[in-house]
Nanobody
Framework: QVQLVESGGGLVQPGGSLRLSCVAS????????MGWYRQAPGKERELVAT???????NYADSVKGRFTISRDNTINTVYLQMNSLKPEDTAVYYC?????????????WGQGTQVTVSS
């Protein structure tokens, strides 16, 4: 199990940028996949971006070309660079760590950070 702490959320105007950070309580080098999810009011939590230990990136169609996920294993941190933000990007953003075991996957979640895109 790993504890995750997100930061970097806030209020930004449409077209602006934010960078979210997620610091893990232990090394993320061997964690199978790190990711970002979001949940808007009245909606289900949805995948935003994931990055596997092998370097494979996956993005939701709605953020492709605007968001970039990256990781720095030396400081146990995962980032989400968000550019060209839109009002529909408004949500609570959650960091996720997924470890695959023989018995199945195990997910750890952060507490979330609010992103609000509004003029």
């Amino acid at each position: 199990q790993v504890q995750l702490v997100e930061s970097g959320g806030g209020l930004v105007q449409p077209g602006g940028s934010l960078r979210l950070s997620c610091v893990a309580s232990r090394s993320i080098f061997s964690i199978n996949a790190m990711g970002w999810y979001r949940q808007a009011p009245g909606k289900e939590r949805e995948l935003v971006a994931t990055l596997t230990s092998g370097g494979f990136r996956n993005y939701a169609d709605s953020v492709k070309g605007r968001f970039t996920i990256s990781r720095d294993n030396t400081i146990n941190t995962v980032y989400l660079q968000m550019n060209s933000l839109k009002p529909e990007d408004t949500a609570v953003y959650y960091c996720n760590a997924r470890q695959i075991y023989a018995a199945g996957p195990y997910d750890s979640w952060g507490q979330g950070t609010q992103v609000t895109v509004s003029s």
